[in-house]
């Protein structure tokens, strides 16, 4: 399923470790569905998820945002449409580039090999025909440059984020994350609370290929429209989908 980003304004993070509303036809107006979460996720519940989103909404394209290898088998690269890897730029060094090199590493590796060594494996995607196990992986990345300003936050926790950037650094990162990193995504992650408008005006004025993501506490149509006037592509709306379906609806733009 093809992303056409220009028609991409309100995204919905599913966790697949916390419950889902019964009816999830709730998400038909969203227009793209990530899975993934900090805690307790893993490919089981990944793919049950997935399975269950693509059975009520099946238009919905569906990304992966796995926080771990073990999230990763050839199932779940088969299930989703697309999968994104989020690079911590305010986050300890695993989290910017450690942890990425190992998954390419273990997936251009023998798995017999990966076994032996202890090296996480990603689930048995390497098989038999390694290399186009790693060619559905590559077709299917988004890799994404982050930066999480909620230091209460699980994320931030996880990633050993110890301090916000300030709006003249979240600028410099979005001219970076265009310029040199060119990763297709920059994320500005409040997880938890409602950040406003003003770290993405000081990003979006570097971005114009790169898309601009803002996730964190939306739970209006006001708070929406604030943060996509202030130039994010899309809004990221992840608690109020699980803790309030008809709160959660009056986000969509
Ligand atoms: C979390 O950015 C998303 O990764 C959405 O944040 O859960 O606060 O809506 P909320």
Redesign the pocket.
């Known amino acids: 399923m093809a992303l056409s980003w220009g028609e991409i304004t309100h995204i919905t993070?599913v966790d697949p470790a916390k419950t889902l509303p019964q009816e999830l036809t709730v998400l038909r107006d969203t227009d793209l569905v990530m899975v993934?979460g900090?805690d307790n996720v893993t490919e089981a519940n990944t793919l049950e998820t997935v399975d269950r989103i693509r059975t009520s909404v099946p238009d919905i394209p569906i990304l992966q945002e796995p926080y771990s290898s073990g999230q990763i088998s050839k199932e779940t690269v088969k299930a989703v449409d697309y999968l994104s890897i989020p690079a911590v730029y305010n986050g300890d060094r695993d989290h910017f580039y450690t942890k990425h090199l190992s998954f390419f590493t273990s997936l251009t590796t023998k798995a017999e090999e990966i076994t032996g060594t202890g090296l996480p494996v990603v689930g048995d995607l390497i098989a038999s025909k390694g290399r186009d196990a790693v060619a559905d992986v590559a077709a299917k990345l988004l890799p994404e440059g982050y930066v999480i300003q909620n230091l209460d936050s699980k994320?931030a926790r996880v990633t050993g984020v110890e301090r916000r950037f300030s709006e003249d650094e979240i600028a410099g990162t979005a001219l970076a994350t265009e310029t040199f990193y060119q990763f297709p995504i920059m994320?500005i992650?409040?997880?938890?609370?409602?950040g406003g408008p003003s770290d993405v005006e000081a990003a979006a004025k570097f971005l114009d290929e790169t898309v601009l993501l803002?996730?964190?506490?939306?739970?209006s149509h006001e708070q929406a429209r604030e943060i996509l006037s202030a130039g994010a592509d899309a809004i990221?709306?992840?608690?109020?989908?699980h803790d309030d379906p008809a709160r959660f609806r009056r986000t969509i733009p």
Do not use: R
């Open positions: 993070k993934g900090s994320a994320y992650e409040y997880s938890g609370m409602y803002y996730g964190g506490g939306i739970q990221v709306v992840g608690d109020c989908f």
